[in-house]
């Protein structure tokens, strides 16, 4: 025992030497030195125990790394040059702002810190200029969207590569676009102003964006193009009618040449977007007359195309093509908001994101008001064009399939649930009484049809573990929609439809969840099967933001009723796939 003490107090000793360490640091500026004491300690230790001390870590982070992230470029010079620390010697960097964690080297740290004159110092010492975190960003990337100019310029006299992009394909002047300076800097150093991200956006869209007029006419003049489209067929005029830029739209009707109808479909979204997102009617009208007239002034009349197909989603409601009938809808917004849909859907299209984020919104809109059939007649519609799109893998798909099945068992329980079982199909024969046989049935049938014809897809190895967990939530959906039909079903002769439904779906379809093979009859007698509120947890919380915001240009504010209706009421993180810091 008195042999195992003596080995062991060595390594105790070094264990509580690293933890005064690392203490010293944390509480470091950027002119401190360690304590004589310490300093003594570290100094009388062969070479391996020293740097076996200086490499040891604590919630990720080793003694260098906390130095270079304190800036004390004094302590960090005695670490790398008395006690061998590793210079390339990553950490876990916490971003404060969204709460999320990075992976990096001490420089890059350093830089993201604003510690001039410590990024001074790694670099002269040797550091990797272009060393990417866990994300592919390079320090001078993240620079660039903290807005250290002074870090940026030391890095590119330096050497640091401005063109390298991160694994979203995010470039050093897409992360510069709060900054007109930094932006001409580094176009003037040779950045590509027409690079692209993995959404075929460039710095121009991502200028438009976050309405800077600035950095807008500054790319425009130094030759980015107004005309490039992202994946969604947006280009620079597109991308302010969506964001509801309205300096920016001004800047570009008088600067470029675009067509008549280019410019009535322009101030028809505009318009659009100032009604969904700013709720001002006012403005939306205005817009809506503007786009009247340029259509009207052109020999013929621009017709408004492609026709929207009648939908009984939007109540079977057609475009205005009058003042006469603009002037009819002006007080009533219902209506208004429905020639909004309208009018996305034909200029946008339905498959592009802002136009099922607007079907979205504005069916928990009409939820957040009471008028929860017209919240599943829209919902419905955008289930069934994102199945026919995406199929039920797709986690958007996935998430809007759940969000409908809750609000269907929602309403059961509000209307129905309380009535004694054999006074039910009396009961439900009403159409008002919530929810409506043919809408659960239709559901179900969207869903079964859809995961029949995607099961095979799963069979395939290697398995994305994300489609898997999409295919057993909805397989969990099919499971309650089982319950709703038998609740809901007015007549017996409908018995039939329900029978053939899911004998199309069990018997034929063999459905079988994902993961654990369990069938439809596994999953009803089992009493985990629990739809939560929304299907949002406290643990996927930030995953499911993340997903279905990533890409979207239509960031629900704090009151917005989707929000109220299927998210806790917490703060969004920011949530840019290619403009971020990492």
């Not at 027409?194 to 500054?218: G, S």
């Not at 079903?489 to 654990?516: C, D, F, M, W």
Request: proline share 3%.
């Amino acid at each position: 025992m008195a042999n195992e003490r003596k080995q062991s107090s060595p390594k105790v000793e070094l264990i509580k030497l690293s933890h005064d360490l690392i203490e010293e640091c944390k509480r470091s500026l950027e002119y401190s030195i360690l304590s004589r004491h310490l300093r003594h300690e570290l100094e009388k230790l062969p070479r391996d125990s020293r740097r076996e001390v200086v490499r040891r870590q604590r919630n990720g982070c080793a003694p260098l790394f906390i130095a270079s992230r304190r800036g004390a470029v004094v302590i960090a010079e005695y670490l790398i040059t008395i006690c061998e620390a590793d210079i390339e010697q990553r950490g876990h960097y916490e971003v404060l702002e969204d709460n999320s964690f990075h992976y990096v080297s001490p420089l890059w740290a350093a830089v993201v810190s604003n510690r001039l004159s410590m990024v001074k110092y790694l670099v002269r010492i040797g550091s990797d200029i272009n060393a990417p975190s866990d994300s592919g960003s390079t320090p001078v990337r993240s620079a660039c969207y903290m807005t250290h100019t002074d870090i940026v310029k030391f890095l590119v006299e330096n050497g640091a590569d401005i063109k390298r992009p991160n694994v979203n394909g995010g470039t050093c002047l897409i992360n510069s676009v709060q900054s007109v300076q930094l932006c001409l800097y580094l176009v003037r150093k040779g950045a590509d102003i027409n690079a692209r991200d993995i959404q075929d956006k460039t710095a121009l869209h991502y200028a438009i964006q976050e309405h800077r007029l600035d950095t807008t006419k500054m790319l425009i003049k130094q030759g980015a193009d107004p005309f490039a489209t992202s994946r969604y067929g947006d280009d620079a005029l597109r991308t302010a009618c969506l964001k509801g830029a309205h300096q920016i739209f001004d800047y570009l009707k008088k600067e470029l040449n675009y067509s008549a109808q280019r410019l009535a479909e322009a101030h028809e979204l505009m318009g659009s977007t100032f009604l969904d997102e700013h709720n001002e009617s006012r403005v939306c009208i205005l817009h809506w007359r503007m786009a009247h007239h340029i259509r009207a002034a052109c020999t013929p009349y621009i017709e408004k195309k492609p026709a929207v197909l009648l939908r009984s989603a939007y109540n079977n409601a057609v475009e205005f093509t009058t003042l006469e009938e603009l002037d009819n809808i002006a007080t009533d917004m219902d209506a208004m908001r429905i020639q909004s849909l309208l009018i996305c859907e034909r200029i946008l299209g339905l498959t592009h994101k802002d136009m099922l984020f607007r079907l979205t919104f504005r069916g928990a809109s009409y939820a957040d008001s009471l008028q929860f059939q017209r919240c599943v007649d829209l919902w419905r519609f955008l289930l069934e064009v994102r199945v026919s799109n995406w199929s039920i893998l797709h986690f958007e798909t996935c998430f809007a399939a759940q969000a409908l099945v809750r609000l269907l068992l929602d309403l059961h329980v509000q209307n129905v649930s309380h009535i004694r079982t054999e006074a039910r199909p009396r009961f439900v024969q009403d159409d008002k009484v919530l929810p409506r046989f043919d809408d659960v049935l239709g559901v179900f049938r969207t869903l079964a049809e859809s995961a029949v014809l995607v099961k095979a897809l799963l069979k395939q190895r290697p398995v994305f573990r994300r489609q898997q967990e999409n295919y057993d939530r909805v397989m969990r959906c099919l499971a309650h929609l089982i319950y709703l039909l038998i609740n809901t079903v007015p007549t017996q002769p409908q018995n039939k439809l329900i029978y053939q439904a899911i004998h199309e779906t069990v018997v034929v379809g063999n459905l079988r969840s994902a993961s654990t093979a369990d069938t439809l009859l596994h999953l009803c007698a089992s009493r985990l099967n629990v739809i939560k509120s929304g299907y949002i947890t406290d643990d996927n919380f930030a995953d499911v933001c993340i997903q279905l915001f990533k890409q979207s240009t239509l960031m629900p504010p704090t009151s917005h009723p989707f929000r109220r209706l299927c998210f806790p009421m917490r703060k969004l993180s920011k949530c840019s796939s290619s403009a971020a810091l990492m």
